[in-house]
Protein backbone atom coordinates (compact mmCIF):
# COMPACT_ATOMS: atom_id res chain seq x y z
CA UNK A 1 0.00 0.00 0.00
CA UNK A 2 1.90 3.58 -0.87
CA UNK A 3 1.91 6.34 1.71
CA UNK A 4 -0.75 8.62 -0.08
CA UNK A 5 -3.58 5.98 -0.32
CA UNK A 6 -3.05 5.16 3.38
CA UNK A 7 -3.40 8.98 4.17
CA UNK A 8 -6.19 8.82 1.53
CA UNK A 9 -7.55 5.94 3.46
CA UNK A 10 -7.13 7.52 7.16
CA UNK A 11 -8.80 10.70 6.60
CA UNK A 12 -11.81 8.42 5.20
CA UNK A 13 -11.27 7.03 9.06
CA UNK A 14 -11.61 10.62 10.44
CA UNK A 15 -14.03 11.58 9.08
CA UNK A 16 -16.19 8.39 9.46
CA UNK A 17 -15.38 8.87 13.18
CA UNK A 18 -16.41 12.25 12.90
CA UNK A 19 -19.49 11.43 11.44
CA UNK A 20 -20.82 8.88 13.97
CA UNK A 21 -19.95 10.36 17.02
CA UNK A 22 -20.53 14.06 16.57
CA UNK A 23 -23.21 13.01 14.42
CA UNK A 24 -25.29 12.16 17.03
CA UNK A 25 -24.96 15.09 18.87
CA UNK A 26 -25.23 17.23 16.06
CA UNK A 27 -28.62 15.44 15.86
CA UNK A 28 -29.80 15.84 19.15
CA UNK A 29 -29.24 19.29 18.44
CA UNK A 30 -30.98 19.66 15.48
CA UNK A 31 -34.13 17.55 17.47
CA UNK A 32 -33.51 20.20 20.82
CA UNK A 33 -36.66 22.52 20.19
CA UNK A 34 -39.00 19.54 19.54
CA UNK A 35 -38.34 18.87 23.19
CA UNK A 36 -41.61 19.96 25.74
CA UNK A 37 -40.47 21.91 29.00
CA UNK A 38 -37.03 23.38 30.64
CA UNK A 39 -37.04 19.45 32.27
CA UNK A 40 -36.80 17.65 28.59
CA UNK A 41 -34.44 20.18 27.29
CA UNK A 42 -31.63 19.71 30.11
CA UNK A 43 -32.21 15.86 29.28
CA UNK A 44 -31.09 16.11 25.81
CA UNK A 45 -28.43 18.66 26.94
CA UNK A 46 -26.48 16.37 29.32
CA UNK A 47 -27.21 13.18 26.76
CA UNK A 48 -24.43 14.68 25.35
CA UNK A 49 -22.66 16.67 27.86
CA UNK A 50 -19.66 14.60 28.88
CA UNK A 51 -19.51 13.45 25.66
CA UNK A 52 -19.70 16.66 22.41
CA UNK A 53 -16.10 17.89 23.25
CA UNK A 54 -14.32 15.14 22.88
CA UNK A 55 -16.35 13.99 19.75
CA UNK A 56 -14.93 16.74 18.40
CA UNK A 57 -11.59 15.98 18.14
CA UNK A 58 -12.15 13.35 15.76
CA UNK A 59 -12.54 16.90 13.14
CA UNK A 60 -9.57 18.66 14.31
CA UNK A 61 -7.79 15.66 14.11
CA UNK A 62 -8.92 15.35 10.38
CA UNK A 63 -8.24 18.95 10.00
CA UNK A 64 -4.57 18.20 10.72
CA UNK A 65 -4.25 15.08 8.81
CA UNK A 66 -4.96 16.72 5.90
CA UNK A 67 -2.87 20.13 6.26
CA UNK A 68 0.38 17.41 7.02
CA UNK A 69 -0.64 14.78 4.33
CA UNK A 70 -2.07 16.72 1.52
CA UNK A 71 -1.04 20.47 1.99
CA UNK A 72 -2.29 21.65 -1.70
CA UNK A 73 -5.53 20.26 -0.81
CA UNK A 74 -6.20 21.60 2.67
CA UNK A 75 -4.98 25.26 1.06
CA UNK A 76 -7.11 25.02 -2.16
CA UNK A 77 -10.28 23.90 0.15
CA UNK A 78 -9.47 26.44 2.78
CA UNK A 79 -9.27 29.77 0.43
CA UNK A 80 -11.80 28.37 -2.17
CA UNK A 81 -13.98 27.68 0.87
CA UNK A 82 -13.54 30.13 3.46
CA UNK A 83 -16.86 31.57 3.96
CA UNK A 84 -18.62 28.07 4.30
CA UNK A 85 -15.89 26.77 6.80
CA UNK A 86 -16.14 29.98 9.29
CA UNK A 87 -19.40 29.53 8.97
CA UNK A 88 -19.36 26.07 9.90
CA UNK A 89 -16.38 27.00 12.75
CA UNK A 90 -19.14 30.02 13.97
CA UNK A 91 -21.96 27.32 14.25
CA UNK A 92 -19.85 24.81 15.95
CA UNK A 93 -18.61 27.93 18.39
CA UNK A 94 -22.08 28.50 18.94
CA UNK A 95 -23.33 25.42 20.02
CA UNK A 96 -20.42 25.05 22.44
CA UNK A 97 -21.51 28.41 24.24
CA UNK A 98 -25.20 27.16 24.15
CA UNK A 99 -24.16 24.14 25.64
CA UNK A 100 -22.30 25.93 28.81
CA UNK A 101 -24.39 29.38 29.34
CA UNK A 102 -27.95 28.08 28.81
CA UNK A 103 -28.60 27.02 32.46
CA UNK A 104 -26.10 30.05 34.20
CA UNK A 105 -29.58 31.27 34.95
CA UNK A 106 -32.92 30.05 35.11
CA UNK A 107 -34.47 33.50 33.50
CA UNK A 108 -36.85 31.52 31.05
CA UNK A 109 -36.09 34.14 28.23
CA UNK A 110 -32.89 33.63 28.88
CA UNK A 111 -32.77 30.04 28.63
CA UNK A 112 -35.55 29.97 25.47
CA UNK A 113 -32.40 31.86 23.64
CA UNK A 114 -29.42 29.51 23.84
CA UNK A 115 -32.42 26.92 23.09
CA UNK A 116 -32.95 28.34 19.76
CA UNK A 117 -28.91 29.66 19.71
CA UNK A 118 -28.32 25.04 20.10
CA UNK A 119 -30.67 24.40 17.33
CA UNK A 120 -30.12 26.55 15.00
CA UNK A 121 -26.21 26.63 15.48
CA UNK A 122 -26.41 22.62 15.60
CA UNK A 123 -28.43 22.79 12.15
CA UNK A 124 -26.60 25.07 10.26
CA UNK A 125 -23.57 23.43 11.54
CA UNK A 126 -24.90 19.91 9.90
CA UNK A 127 -26.12 21.76 6.86
CA UNK A 128 -23.03 23.48 5.70
CA UNK A 129 -20.92 20.44 6.14
CA UNK A 130 -22.82 18.39 4.18
CA UNK A 131 -23.17 21.32 1.29
CA UNK A 132 -19.60 21.55 1.38
CA UNK A 133 -19.25 17.31 0.94
CA UNK A 134 -21.86 17.83 -2.10
CA UNK A 135 -19.69 20.44 -3.31
CA UNK A 136 -16.50 18.40 -3.48
CA UNK A 137 -18.37 15.25 -5.16
CA UNK A 138 -20.02 17.53 -7.98
CA UNK A 139 -16.30 18.54 -8.95
CA UNK A 140 -14.83 22.42 -8.07
CA UNK A 141 -13.40 24.06 -10.99
CA UNK A 142 -9.59 24.53 -10.52
CA UNK A 143 -7.54 26.64 -12.49
CA UNK A 144 -3.94 25.71 -13.93
CA UNK A 145 -2.31 25.90 -10.35
CA UNK A 146 -4.50 23.85 -8.94
CA UNK A 147 -6.30 27.28 -6.91
CA UNK A 148 -10.39 27.20 -6.72
CA UNK A 149 -11.75 29.17 -9.40
CA UNK A 150 -15.34 28.97 -8.87
CA UNK A 151 -17.53 31.47 -6.73
CA UNK A 152 -19.71 31.61 -4.17
CA UNK A 153 -22.60 30.91 -6.25
CA UNK A 154 -21.82 27.52 -7.04
CA UNK A 155 -22.40 26.85 -3.02
CA UNK A 156 -26.09 27.05 -4.15
CA UNK A 157 -26.72 24.66 -6.71
CA UNK A 158 -29.37 22.14 -5.82
CA UNK A 159 -27.06 19.29 -5.46
CA UNK A 160 -25.18 20.85 -2.72
CA UNK A 161 -27.91 22.02 -1.43
CA UNK A 162 -29.52 18.25 -1.23
CA UNK A 163 -26.88 17.16 0.18
CA UNK A 164 -26.65 19.23 3.09
CA UNK A 165 -30.80 18.49 3.60
CA UNK A 166 -29.87 15.13 3.71
CA UNK A 167 -26.81 15.51 6.33
CA UNK A 168 -29.59 17.23 8.66
CA UNK A 169 -32.06 14.82 8.26
CA UNK A 170 -29.46 12.05 8.75
CA UNK A 171 -27.81 13.59 12.15
CA UNK A 172 -31.57 14.02 13.14
CA UNK A 173 -32.62 10.63 12.64
CA UNK A 174 -29.08 9.74 14.07
CA UNK A 175 -29.38 11.90 17.11
CA UNK A 176 -33.27 10.29 17.54
CA UNK A 177 -31.57 6.54 17.58
CA UNK A 178 -28.98 7.93 20.48
CA UNK A 179 -31.63 9.70 22.51
CA UNK A 180 -34.08 6.46 22.37
CA UNK A 181 -30.63 4.81 24.53
CA UNK A 182 -30.85 8.04 26.77
CA UNK A 183 -33.97 8.73 27.40
CA UNK A 184 -37.14 7.28 29.64
CA UNK A 185 -41.38 7.49 30.11
CA UNK A 186 -42.97 10.31 27.97
CA UNK A 187 -39.59 11.67 26.94
CA UNK A 188 -38.72 8.40 25.37
CA UNK A 189 -42.31 8.09 23.86
CA UNK A 190 -41.61 11.15 22.15
CA UNK A 191 -38.25 10.32 20.78
CA UNK A 192 -39.79 6.83 19.46
CA UNK A 193 -41.70 9.62 17.01
CA UNK A 194 -39.41 11.55 16.31
CA UNK A 195 -36.86 8.46 15.37
CA UNK A 196 -39.98 7.73 12.78
CA UNK A 197 -40.14 11.14 11.11
CA UNK A 198 -36.31 11.93 10.65
CA UNK A 199 -36.40 8.31 9.29
CA UNK A 200 -38.94 9.34 6.68
CA UNK A 201 -37.68 12.63 5.79
CA UNK A 202 -33.56 10.99 5.35
CA UNK A 203 -35.20 8.22 3.24
CA UNK A 204 -36.99 10.52 1.03
CA UNK A 205 -34.15 12.95 0.26
CA UNK A 206 -32.03 10.11 0.65
CA UNK A 207 -33.40 8.85 -2.50
CA UNK A 208 -33.81 11.98 -4.26
CA UNK A 209 -29.99 12.45 -3.51
CA UNK A 210 -29.52 9.07 -4.82
CA UNK A 211 -30.95 9.46 -8.27
CA UNK A 212 -29.66 13.34 -8.77
CA UNK A 213 -25.89 11.72 -8.16
CA UNK A 214 -26.68 8.40 -10.71
CA UNK A 215 -27.86 10.77 -13.05
CA UNK A 216 -26.10 14.31 -12.76
CA UNK A 217 -22.64 13.52 -11.14
CA UNK A 218 -21.31 10.36 -13.42
CA UNK A 219 -17.58 10.43 -11.97
CA UNK A 220 -19.02 9.43 -8.82
CA UNK A 221 -19.71 5.82 -10.06
CA UNK A 222 -16.37 5.31 -11.98
CA UNK A 223 -14.39 3.29 -9.37
CA UNK A 224 -17.63 1.05 -8.90
CA UNK A 225 -16.49 -0.07 -12.44
CA UNK A 226 -13.27 -0.53 -11.53
CA UNK A 227 -14.08 -2.26 -8.12
CA UNK A 228 -17.32 -4.42 -8.27
CA UNK A 229 -16.07 -6.10 -4.64
CA UNK A 230 -17.70 -2.11 -3.76
CA UNK A 231 -20.94 -3.12 -4.54
CA UNK A 232 -21.26 -4.84 -1.06
CA UNK A 233 -21.13 -1.66 0.69
CA UNK A 234 -24.32 -0.55 -1.55
CA UNK A 235 -25.60 -3.24 -0.14
CA UNK A 236 -24.48 -3.12 3.40
CA UNK A 237 -25.53 0.12 3.27
CA UNK A 238 -29.53 -1.13 2.11
CA UNK A 239 -29.64 -3.57 4.96
CA UNK A 240 -28.65 -1.08 7.60
CA UNK A 241 -31.18 1.53 5.97
CA UNK A 242 -34.15 -1.21 6.07
CA UNK A 243 -32.68 -2.57 9.68
CA UNK A 244 -33.85 0.91 11.05
CA UNK A 245 -37.18 0.73 11.25
CA UNK A 246 -37.23 -2.66 12.13
CA UNK A 247 -35.16 -1.69 15.33
CA UNK A 248 -37.65 1.29 15.81
CA UNK A 249 -40.78 -0.99 15.62
CA UNK A 250 -39.58 -3.78 17.57
CA UNK A 251 -38.53 -1.23 20.82
CA UNK A 252 -34.93 -1.95 20.27
CA UNK A 253 -32.92 1.38 20.57
CA UNK A 254 -29.55 -0.34 20.68
CA UNK A 255 -30.23 -1.97 16.62
CA UNK A 256 -31.15 1.13 15.89
CA UNK A 257 -28.66 2.97 16.70
CA UNK A 258 -26.08 0.61 15.78
CA UNK A 259 -28.08 0.82 12.14
CA UNK A 260 -27.93 4.29 11.87
CA UNK A 261 -23.95 4.27 13.16
CA UNK A 262 -23.60 2.08 9.90
CA UNK A 263 -25.44 4.06 7.53
CA UNK A 264 -23.24 7.16 8.54
CA UNK A 265 -20.26 4.53 7.69
CA UNK A 266 -21.42 3.24 4.49
CA UNK A 267 -22.08 6.75 3.28
CA UNK A 268 -18.61 8.33 4.22
CA UNK A 269 -17.50 5.11 2.51
CA UNK A 270 -19.47 6.21 -0.77
CA UNK A 271 -17.87 9.63 -0.32
CA UNK A 272 -14.56 8.64 -0.32
CA UNK A 273 -15.77 5.91 -3.54
CA UNK A 274 -17.01 8.91 -5.52
CA UNK A 275 -13.85 10.93 -5.29
CA UNK A 276 -11.08 8.21 -5.39
CA UNK A 277 -8.04 9.10 -6.33
CA UNK A 278 -9.01 12.39 -6.26
CA UNK A 279 -9.42 14.88 -3.14
CA UNK A 280 -10.42 17.68 -5.21
CA UNK A 281 -11.81 16.88 -8.54
CA UNK A 282 -12.53 19.24 -11.53
CA UNK A 283 -14.62 17.60 -13.88
CA UNK A 284 -14.31 20.07 -16.50
CA UNK A 285 -10.79 19.96 -16.42
CA UNK A 286 -9.59 16.54 -15.12
CA UNK A 287 -6.22 16.69 -15.63
CA UNK A 288 -5.98 19.80 -12.78
CA UNK A 289 -7.67 17.66 -10.28
CA UNK A 290 -5.63 17.61 -7.23
CA UNK A 291 -5.09 13.76 -6.52
CA UNK A 292 -3.59 11.63 -3.14
CA UNK A 293 -0.41 11.74 -5.54
CA UNK A 294 -0.09 15.45 -6.94
CA UNK A 295 -1.48 17.25 -3.72
CA UNK A 296 0.40 14.73 -1.00
CA UNK A 297 3.20 15.82 1.34
CA UNK A 298 7.54 14.23 0.44
CA UNK A 299 7.70 10.54 1.42
CA UNK A 300 9.70 11.23 4.61
CA UNK A 301 7.28 13.71 5.97
CA UNK A 302 3.95 10.49 4.82
CA UNK A 303 6.24 7.90 6.67
CA UNK A 304 6.86 9.92 9.90
CA UNK A 305 3.09 10.48 10.17
CA UNK A 306 2.12 7.26 9.74
CA UNK A 307 4.37 6.04 12.90
CA UNK A 308 2.56 8.73 14.73
CA UNK A 309 -0.99 7.62 13.48
CA UNK A 310 -0.31 3.58 14.30
CA UNK A 311 1.03 4.25 17.43
CA UNK A 312 -1.53 7.51 18.77
CA UNK A 313 -4.40 6.38 16.63
CA UNK A 314 -5.59 3.70 19.47
CA UNK A 315 -5.10 5.79 22.18
CA UNK A 316 -7.51 7.89 20.96
CA UNK A 317 -10.31 4.75 20.82
CA UNK A 318 -9.14 4.04 23.91
CA UNK A 319 -9.79 7.12 25.80
CA UNK A 320 -13.67 7.15 23.62
CA UNK A 321 -14.09 4.22 24.44
CA UNK A 322 -14.01 4.74 28.37
CA UNK A 323 -15.92 7.60 27.69
CA UNK A 324 -18.72 6.22 26.62
CA UNK A 325 -18.32 3.65 28.74
CA UNK A 326 -18.49 5.61 32.02
CA UNK A 327 -21.37 7.47 30.90
CA UNK A 328 -23.14 4.63 29.83
CA UNK A 329 -27.21 4.26 30.61
CA UNK A 330 -30.28 6.45 30.93
CA UNK A 331 -29.75 10.39 31.68
CA UNK A 332 -30.72 11.63 34.81
CA UNK A 333 -30.38 15.41 36.07
CA UNK A 334 -29.16 15.83 39.26
CA UNK A 335 -27.19 18.98 41.22
CA UNK A 336 -24.40 18.79 38.68
CA UNK A 337 -26.09 19.02 35.54
CA UNK A 338 -26.53 21.47 32.65
Not at 102 to 112: D, G, I, L, Y
Not at 121 to 147: I, K, N, T, Y
Not at 285 to 292: G, K, N, V
Request: with cysteine; net charge positive; aromatic share 14%.
Amino acid sequence: MSLQIFWFGMLGVLLTGYAVLDGFDLGVGVLHLFARGDKERRVLLNSIGPLWDGNEVWLVTFGGALFAAFPRAYATALSGFYLPIVVMLACLIGRAVSIEFRSKREHPTWRAYWDVSFALSSGLGVFVMGALVGHVVRGVPLDEDGEYAGSLASFFHPYPLLVGALAVAASAMHGAAYLGLKTQGELFARVRAWQWRSFFVFLALYLVVTALTVASVPHALANFRRLPLAWVVVGLNALALANVPRAIHHGRPGWAFLSTAALVCALTFLVGMALFPNILFDPWHPERSLTATTAASSESTLRLMRVIALAGTPFIATYTGIVYWVFRGKTKLDSFSY
